[in-house]
């Protein structure tokens, strides 16, 4: 029996689809949320809460029971109420609430570390005692001045968020670094120790699947993933190789596993390349292409 479980929480139909120059109608989307129920995914993201998703979350949120159903706010009223109603009728709805952490995304956005910190704490309470889980996530968390990110997570905390999610959004961190960054903000945070620590990795430097092992060895419950790897730029941490790599060494890391059907990985596979297209009619499918190709080396 296995020590730890590791959540794993699918953004495929979220943040997979984001500027990866791939579509997928709503009745492929439905097929798919059910392929990820049979995978036995712990957390799915339906989607963002723009005005232009809610419809199709309200569908997909009646498609499955077994995972908790997630849509994505920005730390504004609009996001998260249209986020509670486009899952309404989910039986487990979970929200995570993101704003940036770093300097330089925070200028971006135009908010003072002050203001990011009343903002967060305001969308969470907003949230709080509607859904199942509250997720905070911190974007560009690598990049942020160690002592405010520490700050913005203990303040996410106190308001409601039972989830804190590191995301290394400019996919520029090296697993040591990446691992003292959860590990730390475990120990030092306010209630960090009864929270559960996710992590959200892009691959640009091809260590994608390396930062979420440090991170896991570290103490991270939760992997935030997308079944090939698809994403924007060169794509988000592959939920195939997090579970290969588990499966593998998972005994050697005190017995970590995930509770996923491994039968169900290749099908799951094989159903995004049959049902991703490229996103406009002139574009090249290159993504898609690689996709029907890509294999995960065996267990």
Known sequence: MS????????????????????????????????????????AIELGFGGPSQVETMERLAQAVTGPVLYGLSRVNRPDVERVLVALAK???RGVTIFHP???????????????????????????????SEIAFNA???????????AELVAAAIEAGAGCISLADTTSQALPTE?????????????????????????????????NCLAAISAGADQVECTV????????NTALELIARALAVRGPDLGGIAT???????????????????PAAADQKSDVVDLLRRWRPSAA
């Not at 691992?179 to 091809?206: E, I, K, T, Y």
């Open 101 to 131: 952490a770093s300097p330089r995304f925070l200028e971006h956005v135009g908010r003072t570390p002050g203001q990011a910190l009343a903002a967060t704490v305001k969308a969470i309470a907003l949230a709080r005692g509607q859904v």
């Open 178 to 210: 990446f691992g003292r960054l959860v590990a730390g903000l475990r120990q030092a945070v306010p209630g960090g120790a009864a929270a559960r620590w996710s992590v959200h990795c892009h691959n640009d430097l091809g260590l994608a699947v390396a």
């Open 228 to 235: 090939g790897g698809i994403g924007e730029r060169a794509g």
């Open 90 to 92: 989910a039986k487990r």
């Open 259 to 277: 509770g996923l059907d491994a039968a169900e990985l290749e099908p799951t596979r094989r159903l995004l390349a049959e049902l991703a297209r």
């Open 3 to 42: 020590a730890r479980t590791i959540r794993i929480y699918d953004t495929s139909l979220r943040d997979g689809l984001r500027n990866s120059g791939l579509t997928m109608e709503l009745d492929d989307k439905l097929r798919f949320v059910r392929q990820l129920e049979r995978l036995k995914v712990d």
């Open 139 to 149: 974007q560009d968390a690598t990049h942020a001045e160690p002592a405010f990110l």
